[in-house]
Nanobody, 124 residues
Framework: QVQLVESGGGLVQAGGSLRLSCTAS????????MGWYRQAPGKQRELAAT???????NYTASVKGRFTLSRDNAKNTVYLQMNSLKPEDTAVYYC??????????????????WGQGTQVTVSS
């Protein structure tokens, strides 16, 4: 099986910074795109940022210039550096990854996997 384990959430004042990490582990053959989604109370889950294996990033407009997404392919880990945080960034942040895994002696087609979520709270 495959697991995504997140860390780094917490409580911070507006203008502060946090760094989220997410590591994929298990019977992994290949990790393709990785990223972070977020869900604020009463709202739908939305994309925050994604990154390809080659390092191409995509950010939602509201976080551009404040968030930086990077990854370490050797460690199957993605990092989200969040600066200049605003109260509206408050949400549960979920790591996501497109992963192909081993299933006995064959490779299963890529599937989307999710972490358990980590709370980010920004106080005004």
């Amino acid at each position: 099986q495959v697991q995504l384990v997140e860390s780094g959430g917490g409580l911070v004042q507006a203008g502060g910074s946090l760094r989220l990490s997410c590591t994929a582990s298990g019977s992994i053959f290949r990790v393709d795109s990785m990223g972070w989604y977020r869900q604020a109370p009463g709202k739908q889950r939305e994309l925050a940022a994604t990154i390809t294996t080659g390092g191409t990033t995509n950010y939602t407009a509201s976080v551009k210039g404040r968030f930086t997404l990077s990854r370490d392919n050797a460690k199957n880990t993605v990092y989200l550096q969040m600066n200049s945080l605003k109260p509206e960034d408050t949400a549960v942040y979920y790591c996501a990854a497109e992963i192909s895994r081993w299933d006995r002696f064959r490779i299963r087609p890529a599937e989307n996997y999710w972490g358990q979520g980590t709370q980010v709270t920004v106080s005004s």
